[in-house]
């Protein structure tokens, strides 16, 4: 009996250690727990503090973008304000500033309204003058010298206008005096290449030389684009059989010559039928002037 209450009492004892351990052991597993949870808690934070700071930094660079922006604005506008008072003065970049008569005629007479004819040679004059163009053969015909002026400078100008030539009213039948009748047929060959119409064939005695040349010139079509900027009457010498010899200069240029000649020419003029004719012409020099 003794030996069963003794095996009752270390039976119970071992139990008891037992249950005494089992309370020790689980204290150092909550505070592990613990430690692992406190350390992403240290790491929040510091993360909080790095995102504040980034935030931080972020503010102040989109201040400082603002701050920029706003400059680069005002800049443009400033910039702009400055461009917009200039043009509204009339100096911007390489613009000239011309007079009323002057950009009559560098607008190749196109917008004149207002402006005397005078005023219109003179300022010609004075562009010639100061090198903004070059100077052309005078003859009176300033549409004449603007086109030339253009055309030496530029390489091109406004189309033609036939009403510009120095031509007048009359017919070649109604042209009393040589020199005159020699000129207004030089200054009727543009109109009459251009196939504007046939006036300047009508100035020749039918089937002679200079009209047979004539006809064959426009014929060929290699004097298109034709332009007499200006004829000179050098002088006249009368011929033994009555017919008179008409020296004069012309400058002009069409579709192959590339540029501006002068071409100093005998004209041949007879009377007949109460009316001058042509019969003839000569070249006697041809130069590039341009």
Known sequence: MKKWMILLLMTMLII?????NNDEAEVPENNTSEET??????????DENESAEESESAEETSEETA????EDTADNEESSETESTDETNGSTGNEVNYTAAEHCIMTQLMECENVPEADQ???YNDLVANGTLPQAPGSGCLACGVKYSFEAKYGESAPLTYSILPRSDKMPGDITNTSEFVQQYLF??????NNHDEEALS???????????LFANKASGNYGNHMTYSVFIDSEVENLDGSMNVYATRTYSH???HGVFEVYARYTVIEQDGRYYLTDYEELENTRIE
């Open 37 to 46: 949870e406190s350390e992403p808690a240290e790491e929040e934070s510091e």
């Open 255 to 257: 579709i192959n010559t």
């Open 121 to 123: 040679f003179q300022a």
């Open 188 to 193: 009727a060959l543009p109109a009459y290449f």
């Open 67 to 70: 701050e920029n922006s706003t």
């Open 203 to 213: 100035f020749y005695l039918p089937e002679t030389p200079g009209y047979n040349a």
């Open 16 to 20: 008891l250690t037992a249950c005494g």
